[in-house]
């Protein structure tokens, strides 16, 4: 083991001890209820998922225009929407595409945030007032209408509104990355490096970057929630997922026009998005205390 890996280890022990023991974590979420339950619907989702076919009563995308509107009962769960769709059965597959939206978007944004962050932070001078500034001009502007921008340039699909969310997530990444970056770029581990002669290519790669990765995960994992309301909201104004395709927003925004007469056409996918919303917040939250040294230290 090297001077380099031996340093960074003891600090990352110091500052994020929690980190080390996966185990004490899953503990630690499962004995907070608030945050128990986030897990518990998160699973659920994945469960639904990935059981889509066997879990759905009907096709999503057969019509039965002689079953339109029907109220929710024993032959549809949830109800039928003004095409005859079941909705219980769109809503299970649209799990899927929330989940796409979600994996999709964060396997863009972190990249993207890190690198964008720990270079500004490690370099400084002109470097980090470059890439601070552009990251500045997309904070400037609410994520939504940013967006709605960017779909509008690209075309409504939903390909083109995972690219949308996606451009319009990755600054607050890059600024909580910048942050880490200061406070560990004049460590003792880090000056290790140095001396042994690391590129800074090597020094943020192996040194910072993992130092950074807790807070990260924290803010990928609150930011999903904003991933789903905003994948919504596109949907909503028809510039996201495209019909037939059982997306929450997209099925509340052809509900609406009927959703006096029909309550359940607009309700059930509102749920949905607060449920799976609501879940990822008090995920994201049991993971900050999981991660404090302060709340470690006092169990």
């Given at each position: 083991?090297?001077?380099?890996?031996?340093?960074?280890?003891?600090?990352?022990?110091?500052?994020?001890?929690?980190?080390?023991?996966?185990?004490?974590?899953?503990?630690?979420?499962?004995?907070?209820?608030?945050?128990?339950?986030?897990?518990?619907?998160?699973?659920?989702?994945?469960?639904?998922?990935?059981?889509?076919?066997?879990?759905?009563?009907?096709?999503?995308?057969?019509?039965?225009?002689?079953?339109?509107?029907?109220?929710?009962?024993?032959?549809?769960?949830?109800?039928?929407?003004?095409?005859?769709?079941?909705?219980?059965?769109r809503l299970v597959y649209g799990t899927?595409?929330?989940?796409?939206?979600?994996?999709?978007?964060?396997?863009?944004?972190?990249?993207?945030?890190?690198?964008?962050?720990?270079?500004?932070?490690?370099?400084?001078?002109?470097?980090?007032?470059?890439?601070?500034?552009?990251?500045?001009?997309?904070?400037?502007?609410?994520?939504?209408?940013?967006?709605?921008?960017?779909?509008?340039?690209?075309?409504?699909?939903?390909?083109?509104?995972?690219?949308?969310?996606?451009?319009?997530?990755?600054?607050?990444?890059?600024?909580?990355?910048?942050?880490?970056?200061?406070?560990?770029?004049?460590?003792?581990?880090?000056?290790?490096?140095?001396?042994?002669?690391?590129?800074?290519?090597?020094?943020?790669?192996?040194?910072?970057?993992?130092?950074?990765?807790?807070?990260?995960?924290?803010?990928?994992?609150?930011?999903?929630?904003?991933?789903?309301?905003?994948?919504?909201?596109?949907?909503f104004l028809g510039l996201g997922a495209?019909?037939?395709?059982?997306?929450?927003?997209?099925?509340?925004?052809?509900?609406?026009?009927?959703?006096?007469?029909?309550?359940?056409?607009?309700?059930?996918?509102?749920?949905?998005?607060?449920?799976?919303?609501?879940?990822?917040?008090?995920?994201?939250?049991?993971?900050?205390?999981?991660?404090?040294p302060k709340q470690m230290n006092r169990?």
């Amino acid at each position: 083991m090297t001077v380099e890996t031996l340093t960074m280890s003891t600090a990352s022990r110091r500052r994020y001890p929690a980190l080390h023991s996966l185990r004490n974590i899953l503990v630690f979420l499962l004995g907070k209820p608030i945050s128990c339950f986030g897990l518990v619907v998160i699973g659920l989702l994945l469960v639904i998922a990935l059981f889509a076919p066997l879990l759905a009563t009907h096709d999503p995308y057969a019509q039965n225009l002689a079953n339109t509107l029907a109220a929710p009962g024993a032959a549809n769960f949830f109800g039928t929407d003004e095409l005859g769709r079941d909705i219980y059965s769109r809503l299970v597959y649209g799990t899927r595409i929330t989940l796409t939206i979600i994996t999709l978007v964060t396997a863009v944004v972190g990249p993207i945030g890190l690198i964008v962050g720990t270079t500004a932070g490690y370099f400084g001078g002109l470097v980090d007032t470059v890439m601070m500034r552009v990251t500045d001009i997309f904070l400037s502007f609410p994520g939504l209408i940013l967006a709605l921008a960017f779909v509008a340039a690209l075309g409504p699909s939903l390909n083109n509104a995972i690219i949308a969310i996606a451009l319009t997530s990755w600054p607050p990444i890059a600024r909580l990355a910048r942050a880490e970056t200061l406070t560990f770029r004049s460590a003792d581990y880090v000056a290790a490096a140095r001396l042994q002669g690391a590129s800074p290519l090597r020094i943020i790669a192996k040194s910072i970057v993992p130092m950074c990765l807790p807070s990260v995960i924290i803010r990928l994992t609150l930011n999903m929630a904003t991933v789903i309301l905003t994948a919504a909201g596109l949907g909503f104004l028809g510039l996201g997922a495209q019909p037939p395709l059982p997306e929450w927003g997209a099925m509340i925004a052809t509900g609406r026009r009927y959703m006096i007469d029909s309550w359940w056409l607009v309700t059930f996918p509102g749920l949905a998005i607060l449920m799976v919303s609501l879940a990822f917040n008090l995920v994201g939250d049991g993971l900050r205390d999981a991660l404090d040294p302060k709340q470690m230290n006092r169990r």
